[in-house]
Structure formats: C-alpha cells, structure tokens
C-alpha cells in the first residue's frame, strides 16, 4: 500500500527522468489530499534552485500556513531545501529514500521536524541509475 502524497512526488521524479531532467520529485499534502507537486527542474529550466521540494512548494502558490502539511521528497532534503522546511514550519518530512544522498536529517529534527525515511527501492534504485550514468549533473545539483 503506497502512500498517495509518495506516489505523487515519485511519478514526478519519473516525469523530470523522462524530460531528461534530474530524477527527484516532491509533493505538499495536506489533510491527505495533495495540494502540488514539483521536480527537480536544473535541466529543464535551467533553474539551480529548483529542486524538487522547492518546485512543489513554488507551485503550491501562497499558504497561509503549512503547519498542517507534510512534504514528501524522493529523496532525503539538502541543505537549502531543509532551510526552507524550517523557515515555513512544515511539521513533516517522508523521505523516499536517504541512501544515495544523506540530507541534512539532524537539522531537521534539531528543529522539531518529524522525520520519516521509506528506504524505497524504487526511488534507491533512480538515483543510483541516474548518479551512475550523469555524475557530472548530479555532482552540480549538490554542489560537489
Ligand atoms: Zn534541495
């Protein structure tokens, strides 16, 4: 059974995978229901900000409050998307997956933020396949 709010910010990474974009997706749920999705958009728009929790939260539009949301990532929030996550107060945070990318996880919860990593096989299996074959794309969204 596969939680609706990942599914969403995983069928989005596929979407940006297909463009030829970086495989990562996001998604802002709220009360179970979804309120945006976003990708990874450094290819497709040339965008260095956008990652994929950055795309979902920009086409949520403004909220008043985020309190009552949780962001789902397929991947484990880096350093500027963690700040973020803080600085709107999102209480909560489902990770696809933290093995190809570690995230800023102590800051996150250092900050109060709920923490849940899925260890998803689909989404462990997108990275490695992607790192592997664009290393250099990759090395360039996370600064390396
Ligand atoms: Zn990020």
Same mark, same amino acid.
Not at 116 to 144: G, K, N
């Given at each position: 059974?596969? %939680?609706?709010?990942?599914?969403?910010?995983?069928?989005?990474?596929? &979407?940006?995978? *297909?463009?030829? #974009?970086?495989?990562?997706?996001?998604?802002?749920?709220? +009360? #179970?229901?979804?309120?945006? /999705?976003?990708?990874?958009?450094?290819?497709?728009?040339?965008?260095?900000?956008?990652?994929?929790?950055?795309?979902?939260?920009?086409?949520?539009?403004?909220? *008043?409050?985020?309190? +009552? /949301? /949780?962001?789902?990532? /397929?991947?484990?929030?880096?350093?500027?998307?963690?700040?973020?996550?803080?600085?709107? &107060?999102?209480?909560?945070?489902?990770? #696809?997956?933290?093995?190809?990318?570690?995230?800023?996880? %102590?800051?996150?919860?250092?900050? #109060?933020?709920?923490?849940?990593?899925?260890?998803?096989?689909?989404?462990?299996?997108?990275?490695?396949?992607?790192?592997?074959?664009?290393?250099?794309?990759?090395?360039? +969204?996370?600064?390396?």
């Amino acid at each position: 059974m596969t %939680d609706p709010g990942f599914e969403a910010a995983f069928q989005a990474a596929q &979407k940006s995978l *297909r463009e030829g #974009g970086i495989p990562i997706g996001a998604a802002l749920v709220r +009360d #179970g229901s979804i309120v945006a /999705t976003g990708h990874n958009e450094r290819v497709q728009r040339g965008d260095p900000i956008a990652h994929g929790e950055m795309a979902a939260l920009r086409a949520a539009g403004r909220q *008043r409050t985020y309190r +009552d /949301t /949780t962001l789902y990532s /397929t991947l484990a929030p880096c350093a500027m998307c963690t700040g973020t996550i803080i600085q709107f &107060k999102i209480p909560r945070v489902v990770v #696809g997956e933290a093995e190809t990318f570690p995230g800023e996880f %102590d800051l996150l919860r250092s900050r #109060g933020v709920e923490v849940t990593v899925l260890h998803d096989a689909r989404c462990i299996e997108m990275m490695r396949s992607f790192q592997q074959e664009h290393p250099q794309l990759w090395a360039e +969204d996370i600064a390396e």
